[in-house]
Nanobody, 123 residues
Framework: QLQLVESGGDLVQPGGSLRLSCAASGFSLDYYAIGWFRQAPGKEREGVSCINKNGESTTYADSVKGRFAISRDNAKNTVYLQMNALKSEDTAVYYC????????????????WGQGTQVTVSS
């Protein structure tokens, strides 16, 4: 069974840090670009960051530039999202998703999705 599993979500204070992980099972991430998305209550799901299959190209939403960093370890079949200087507006369920080779601006292009991990930023 092809599956993506996110982990690392937690309750953290403003200014704190978290590292999310996206692990694949049943298939290799080597061929895929991986995107991180988030959805806050009552809001549309939005793209946060993406990394291409080689890790040579990354993209970030303006709202997280300079605070978040995406990386991948293909040997571990895992992609990470390091989140620093967290703000209350970062509170959301975070999802990872896979698309072949290159990142896409279209959410519909991502064929595999994880179940999400909750990140709550609050004092």
């Amino acid at each position: 069974q092809l599956q993506l599993v996110e982990s690392g979500g937690d309750l953290v204070q403003p200014g704190g840090s978290l590292r999310l992980s996206c692990a694949a099972s049943g298939f290799s991430l080597d061929y895929y670009a991986i995107g991180w998305f988030r959805q806050a209550p009552g809001k549309e799901r939005e793209g946060v960051s993406c990394i291409n299959k080689n890790g040579e190209s990354t993209t970030y939403a303006d709202s997280v530039k300079g605070r978040f960093a995406i990386s991948r370890d293909n040997a571990k079949n895992t992609v990470y999202l390091q989140m620093n200087a967290l703000k209350s507006e970062d509170t959301a369920v975070y999802y990872c998703a896979a698309v072949p080779i290159q990142c896409s601006p279209y959410r519909a292009a991502f064929g595999y999705w994880g179940q999400g991990t909750q990140v709550t930023v609050s004092s």
